[in-house]
């Protein structure tokens, strides 16, 4: 117990966890939490090229992805491993190493996402 609940303790209000304030904003704004796969078709995905901050290298990001980081990780692994390269997952984004944008958008509309 950390000074936070035993404060909501002595004055008797509950305090949120992180996990419940996330699907309270999930629910004020209306989207749907859940795997990748579920939302194809339905939301919108952009694929834009980066620099910045890379030391001039280039990376591929697919921005505006809904859902929860475990099927981020899962959609970026496949399609890490389809482009035999590296990258990251966190916080609705995928990070592909490199210039993959018409790969990944090729792949991502094969799995049925609607890519811009």
Known sequence: MDW???????FGMDVPTPEQIE???A??????????LQQQGRQTVHVVIERKG??????????DLVC???ALKQLA??????LGVGGSARGGEIL????HRDRVMQLLRQRGFVVK
Do not use: C, M, N, Y
Request: glycine share 12%.
């Open 77 to 82: 692994s496949e399609l890490k491993q389809q």
């Open 27 to 36: 629910a004020e704004r209306g989207t749907p939490r859940g795997d990748a």
């Open 4 to 10: 936070k609940d035993k404060l909501g303790a002595a």
């Open 23 to 25: 699907a309270e904003r």
């Open 96 to 99: 592909i190493q490199g210039d």
């Open 54 to 63: 890379r030391a001039g290298k280039v990376a591929t990001l697919v921005v």
């Open 68 to 70: 929860d980081d475990t």
